[in-house]
Nanobody, 121 residues
Framework: QVRLVESGGGSLQAGGSLALSCAVV????????MAWYRQAPGKEREMVAS???????DYADSVKGRFTISRDNARNTIYLQMNDLKPWDTAIYYC???????????????WGQGRHVTVSS
């Protein structure tokens, strides 16, 4: 079965940097779009950054200029570099991938377990 394996995150002071990674593992045919979402305390889940298989990217307005998403298709992995972190970036960050498996006609969404990012002032 397909699963997403995440790493990175942690706690730091405002202005610092952190990185996240997410690898798709298991039995699958191909991976289409991938993305990072986050859910902060008391807030709704939001998309932070997305990237297509062809490396076309999109970002939430709140992180433009600070976060960078990238992918390594050979390793089935995406990354999120987070710079100049702010206290309001504090959230659980979730990896998302659209994956086609051998028994499916269309891709479906898979989610990681989430990684904590805590930014103090």
């Amino acid at each position: 079965q397909v699963r997403l394996v995440e790493s990175g995150g942690g706690s730091l002071q405002a202005g610092g940097s952190l990185a996240l990674s997410c690898a798709v593992v298991g039995r699958f045919v191909s991976i289409a779009d991938m993305a990072w979402y986050r859910q902060a305390p008391g807030k709704e889940r939001e998309m932070v950054a997305s990237i297509t298989k062809g490396s076309i990217t999109d970002y939430a307005d709140s992180v433009k200029g600070r976060f960078t998403i990238s992918r390594d298709n050979a390793r089935n992995t995406i990354y999120l570099q987070m710079n100049d972190l702010k206290p309001w970036d504090t959230a659980i960050y979730y990896c998302n991938a659209e994956v086609l498996t051998p028994m499916s006609f269309v891709p479906r969404d898979y989610w990681g377990q989430g990684r904590h990012v805590t930014v103090s002032s």
